[in-house]
């Protein structure tokens, strides 16, 4: 969900979503545009899994799994949707299943020392084939494999910096297969119309329910001023 340029009446609207708990986080972050970022991003959560529960987006609760990953408390408990939340400058990713892991990674393609990063973290055949591009393709590759790592640490629950050796297969048609820690196979996609200059990815158990990622792709005004999150 595109969050650039949002009017200023639907940033106060998703601040006022906000339970206190959330105000204090986001009073916390140094910029005005990064308190922005957090609103946005928290009331595109409460009012996607808020339509989906039935509850008041205010009113959802979320509780940490011991790995740290929120999930939702409560009555909102009862159809049992999992999610997760990721954002980046002017964009927001939500991924929800019915109660099966997922992990979700959106970032924007910017300036980083992609050789570099790439060299110590990646897998050998992956930091060669950023190392032998340069500027922006270096660029854009180095995120499609970094989009596609996080995704999968978010849904099994581990360490980025662990993860970031793990094999992504751009070469496999999406979804792709990826293997986790414990051997279980993941299945990464790269949602359909993520526009430039942004890449993401979604990961879900291999075994998930059928039928590939539906994506619905709106702006925050759209979806806080009363277009429905769900059909």
Known sequence: MPTARTPDRVVRAARLMLPAAERERMAQLRSPADQDAFALSQAVLR???GDLTGEAPR???????????????????G??????LSHTEGLVLLAVTRGEPVGADVERVRRVPAARIAARY?????????GARAGQEA???????????????????????????????????SPAAVPGPDGQLWRVWEPAGVPAPYRAAVAL??????????VRRMSVTELLEGRPAVP
């Open 205 to 214: 158990p291999r075994g998930a329910r059928p039928g590939g990622l539906t």
């Open 79 to 84: 159809w049992g949707p999992a999610f997760n």
């Open 59 to 77: 009113a959802l609760r979320f509780t940490r799994q011991e790995n740290g990953k929120p999930e939702l408390a409560g009555a909102a408990r």
């Open 139 to 173: 660029w854009d590759l180095f995120f499609r494999l970094w989009v596609r790592k996080e995704a999968c640490v978010k849904a099994w629950g581990g360490r980025l910096r662990e993860g970031m050796r793990t094999p992504v297969r751009l070469e496999d048609p």
């Open 122 to 130: 990646f897998p050998a055949d992956e930091a060669h084939a950023v």
């Open 47 to 49: 009012r996607c899994l």
